[in-house]
């Protein structure tokens, strides 16, 4: 198992930028892709960027293609999202996830451990 911590979010004005960071510990060399996911009230949990162990492969959903960027420290075990140019429908729930297959690393199921999300909210 791994336990996520994220921070790093907060109250921003759209146009500004945040980075996230998600600390991990635990079994973290079972763990392949880390996930960056948000989740507004009503709507499904929707993978936004992936990256895998090595850092060589990397995802992004269309709506955040060019404003954000994963990577990750290995030697630290974190994962961080830096966040550009937000806009006001990047406000959601952030969760950072582990896990063990690039196959399916846009879906949640692909994930098997999560951690508590951190609030991203974008004002006018």
């Known amino acids: 198992q791994v336990q996520l911590v994220e921070s790093g979010g907060g109250l921003v004005q759209a146009g500004g930028s945040l980075r996230l960071s998600c600390a991990a510990s635990?079994?973290?060399?079972?763990?392949?892709?880390m996930g960056w996911f948000r989740q507004v009230p009503g709507k499904e949990r929707e993978c936004v960027a992936a990256?895998?162990?090595?850092?060589?492969?990397?995802y992004y959903a269309n709506s955040v293609t060019g404003r954000f960027t994963i990577s990750r420290d290995s030697a630290k075990n974190t994962v961080y999202l830096q966040m550009n140019s937000l806009k006001l429908e990047d406000t959601a729930v952030y969760y950072c996830a582990a896990g063990t297959s690039w196959a399916v690393v846009t879906t949640t199921p692909g994930y098997d451990d999560w951690g508590q999300g951190t609030q991203v909210t974008v004002s006018s």
């Open positions: 635990g079994r973290t060399s079972s763990s392949y892709a």
């Open positions: 990256i895998s162990r090595g850092g060589g492969r990397t």
